[in-house]
């Protein structure tokens, strides 16, 4: 008898882990990753169209490798690594194949990579499936960073890596990087900087919270993964680095190599969308959504960034709260175990620049009556 799923899914269903896909684009959006209000921008599908009119390919048939590799990949890798003022730069079809094979493959036995213990999914999964020894490091903790450096300085026989997420997915806090750019000159480690929730948003000119330290240090000892699914509205991801590990991807990397390259309308609008970034649309759309997280940080709390979480703790009621926040037509999302540690359930606001301080200070009430009756 092939095994039947049923009871795994009744034990999740037990837990409260059950989950499912539903569609909803009703309700005010408190819950996308489209932090600049970029995914629908008549600009962006105006560039799409006319990618097709001019006779654009569908797909692109083979991997990069093969017949695969099309002027769009090429323009947009060009373009990033001026933009991100990168030695080179190499695109994938999403940030997930993007962390996952970066790190299984410059991560190899005798190396140590030293990860955050909140990192994403994607990044802890290259660790433990690569041939490389790993320590989890406490969350944002130096002291914690430095401790997994002395022994990772015991234990690697090869490089050390250290690996966190600028500004994280499910907290909304920022890595220290500056420190630890300077704990891994120290302890002659390389920092691979995950900017999924970074880029568009984070750093002078929203090229993401790496951008100061890479404009000033430069990429020695740097890689940078910028996603391309969440502000930037598109899909995929742009890994920026030395021109040495770049071809290495390139060679080694099983995820570039075996996998049919990304379709060349998802580079060409990945393009328009990193111009448009720097240009006044842009620009507008970050000061807008700046204001807004400065009401957020009064109003909710948080760091000050786009992604404020609303810790509420049991699974349950922060199902229920959400569900209840999507009746009064606001989309807010619960975020459980396994994606959060267990016991920090929690609402994930997430913020965006097309949002008023009217729906904004709309959402914060009806948030504030439901905990208040939940706490009654
Ligand atoms: C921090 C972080 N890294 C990587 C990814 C994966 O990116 P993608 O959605 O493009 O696969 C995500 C997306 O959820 C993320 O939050």
């Not at 997915?169 to 300077?182: F, I, K, N, Q, V």
């Not at 890689?223 to 071809?247: F, M, P, Q, S």
């Not at 016991?343 to 997430?350: I, N, T």
């Given at each position: 008898?092939?095994?039947d799923?049923t009871?795994r899914?009744?034990?999740?269903k ?11 684009d ?15 921008l ?5 560039a799409?169209?006319s ?5 654009g ?7 990069r490798?093969?017949r695969g590799?099309?002027?769009e ?5 060009k373009?990033?690594?001026t933009?991100f ?10 940030g997930?194949?993007a962390?996952?094979t ?21 990044s802890?999964?290259?660790v433990?499936?690569s041939?490389?020894?790993?320590i989890?490091?406490?969350h944002?903790?130096?002291?914690s ?21 600028s ?16 704990l ?11 900017e999924?929730?970074?880029v ?21 000892r740097i ?25 290495y ?9 075996y996998?049919?390259?990304?379709m ?8 328009k969308?990193l111009?448009?970034?720097?240009a ?14 400065k ?6 709390g948080?760091h ?17 709260v ?6 009064k ?25 097309d949002l ?6 709309g959402?914060c ?12």
């Open positions: 008898m092939p095994r799923f009871a899914i009744g034990h999740l037990a837990q409260g882990r059950y989950r499912r896909c539903s569609i909803s009703s309700g005010i959006d408190f819950t996308s990753n489209d932090y600049l209000a970029f995914a629908q008549p600009i962006l599908q105006e799409a169209i990618f097709f009119q001019a006779g390919a569908v797909g692109s048939a083979a991997s490798l093969l590799y099309m002027d990949h090429s323009a947009l890798e373009f990033a690594q933009y003022s990168a030695p080179s730069a190499l695109f994938f079809i999403s997930f194949q962390n996952y970066l790190l299984t493959t410059i991560a190899d036995r005798g190396d140590v990579v030293i990860f955050d213990s909140l990192i994403h999914a994607s802890r999964d290259g433990q499936a041939l490389a020894k790993h989890r490091a406490e944002n903790d130096l002291s960073y430095e401790l997994s450096l002395k022994k990772a300085k015991e234990m690697a026989r090869g490089q050390i890596y250290i690996a966190v997420e500004v994280y997915s499910m907290d909304g806090d920022e890595a220290p990087l500056a420190a630890l750019y300077e891994a000159c120290a302890y002659d480690a390389i920092l691979i900087i995950d999924a929730h970074g568009g948003v984070s750093g002078p000119n929203g090229k993401g919270l790496s951008e100061s330290l890479v404009e000033r240090e430069g990429y020695e890689i940078t993964v910028h996603t391309c699914g969440k502000a930037l509205g598109a899909a995929g991801a742009l890994i920026c680095g030395r021109e040495d590990i770049i071809d991807m390139i060679n080694a990397g099983r995820g570039f190599i996998s049919t390259a990304s060349p309308v998802q580079a060409h609008i990945v393009r969308s111009e448009l970034l720097q006044e649309q842009g620009i507008q759309q970050r000061q807008k959504l700046s204001v807004i997280c009401l957020a940080k009064e109003l909710l948080g000050g960034t786009h992604i404020v979480p609303v810790m509420i703790g049991d699974d349950a009621q922060a199902l229920r959400s569900q209840a926040m999507q009746d037509g606001y989309d807010v999302r619960a975020i459980r175990y396994p994606t959060v540690p267990k016991g920090s359930a929690r609402l994930r606001v997430s913020l965006n620049a008023s301080e009217e729906d904004l200070r959402f009430e009806a948030l504030s009556l439901l905990l208040k009756s939940e706490a009654a």
